[in-house]
């Protein structure tokens, strides 16, 4: 199964270790489902982890480490719009 997930998922997972995005994100890391990033998504989450509200809560390496590992992903220039009759499922076990 391939899975992209929102940057605000990412961002949640750095910020509530053992929440529900991190243990999202631990599933990838796991190798339960394939992750599909961009580079515009690694991009987004450097630029957000700099944000003054964010940056005192973030520590930089644990961004760094997320990013160096997202891009072991499958990582596309650009990921694909969905229109608005695209079906989405989201689960969570």
Same mark, same amino acid.
């Given at each position: 199964? %391939?899975?992209?997930? #929102?940057? /605000? =998922?990412?961002?949640? *997972?750095? =910020? +509530?270790?053992? !929440? *529900?995005? #991190? *243990?999202? +994100?631990?599933? @990838?890391?796991? &190798? %339960?489902? #394939?992750? $599909?990033?961009?580079?515009?998504?690694?991009?987004?989450?450097?630029?957000?982890?700099?944000?003054?509200?964010?940056?005192? =809560?973030?520590?930089?390496?644990?961004? !760094?480490?997320? =990013?160096? /590992?997202?891009?072991?992903?499958? $990582?596309?220039?650009?990921?694909?719009? @969905? !229109? &608005? #009759?695209?079906? $989405? +499922?989201?689960?969570? *076990?």
């Amino acid at each position: 199964m %391939r899975v992209v997930l #929102d940057t /605000n =998922i990412l961002v949640s *997972a750095l =910020i +509530y270790p053992r !929440g *529900a995005p #991190d *243990a999202i +994100y631990r599933a @990838w890391r796991a &190798h %339960r489902f #394939d992750l $599909v990033t961009s580079t515009t998504q690694l991009e987004e989450l450097r630029r957000v982890s700099r944000y003054p509200k964010l940056r005192s =809560i973030l520590p930089p390496h644990r961004v !760094g480490a997320m =990013i160096n /590992n997202m891009r072991k992903a499958s $990582v596309a220039e650009q990921l694909p719009t @969905w !229109g &608005h #009759d695209t079906k $989405v +499922y989201f689960t969570y *076990a």
